[in-house]
Antibody, heavy 112, light 110 residues
Framework: EVQLVESGGGLVQPGGSLRLSCAAS????????MTWVRQAPGRGLEWVAN????????YYVDSVKGRFTISRDNAKNSLFLQMNGLRAEDTALYYC?????WGQGILVTVSS | QAVVTQEPSLTVSPGGTVTLTCGSS?????????PYWFQQKPGQAPRTLISSTNNKHSWTPARFSGSLLGGKAALTLSGAQPEDEAEYYCILSYSGDREVFGGGTKLTVL
């Protein structure tokens, strides 16, 4: 059974940092591009970043460039999103996905 | 950055057929945009229905199909069921492997 389990979310003050993790199982992790997608409360899906199979190519939506870093550890079947300089508009449910499979999401709230 | 457009809302009768579309501000959508279609119900994570234009998953009901139609990606639902009422999103890939979601289509089965 494919599982993507996100962790690391929570409440953080503006300007703060969080590191999201996604533990993958049930499929060959090294064969897939991995993606972070977010959904602000009551809003649509927003593509945030993706990373290729060996981690050598990474792409970001303009609004997070220079603040967020996507990475992966293929030995541990894990995906990460380091989020620095967080803003109120980063508040959202963050999903880890291969685009075929999805996690349940983890909530990030940026508020003072 | 490209803008991906979807119908904000559509209504279909039970048993009826409806087509949702996914257009790009850059022009014609092709298979090279690798369009995906996702279904999301309230309080749930998205679920992938169609990958890379027209590929179904084992969990994709047979009544859903993907295609390219009139310069756009399309998701056709034939024989709508009450449980198909949901929000539907498409995503397109652009050069440099950046991706953009459409704004979503709220589908009502009524």
């Amino acid at each position: 059974e494919v599982q993507l389990v996100e962790s690391g979310g929570g409440l953080v003050q503006p300007g703060g940092s969080l590191r999201l993790s996604c533990a993958a199982s049930g499929f060959t992790f090294t064969e897939y591009w991995m993606t972070w997608v977010r959904q602000a409360p009551g809003r649509g899906l927003e593509w945030v970043a993706n990373i290729n199979q060996d981690g050598s190519d990474k792409y970001y939506v303009d609004s997070v460039k220079g603040r967020f870093t996507i990475s992966r550890d293929n030995a541990k079947n894990s995906l990460f999103l380091q989020m620095n300089g967080l803003r109120a508009e980063d508040t959202a449910l963050y999903y880890c996905t291969t685009k075929d499979f999805w996690g349940q999401g983890i909530l990030v709230t940026v508020s003072s | 950055q490209a803008v991906v457009t979807q119908e904000p809302s559509l209504t279909v009768s039970p048993g009826g057929t409806v087509t949702l579309t996914c257009g790009s501000s850059t022009g014609t959508v092709t298979s090279g945009h690798y369009p995906y279609w996702f279904q999301q119900k309230p309080g749930q994570a998205p679920r992938t229905l169609i990958s890379s234009t027209n590929n179904k998953h084992s969990w994709t009901p047979a009544r859903f199909s993907g295609s390219l139609l009139g310069g756009k990606a399309a998701l056709t639902l034939s024989g709508a069921q009450p449980e198909d009422e949901a929000e539907y999103y498409c995503i397109l890939s652009y050069s440099g492997d950046r991706e953009v979601f459409g704004g979503g289509t709220k589908l009502t089965v009524l």
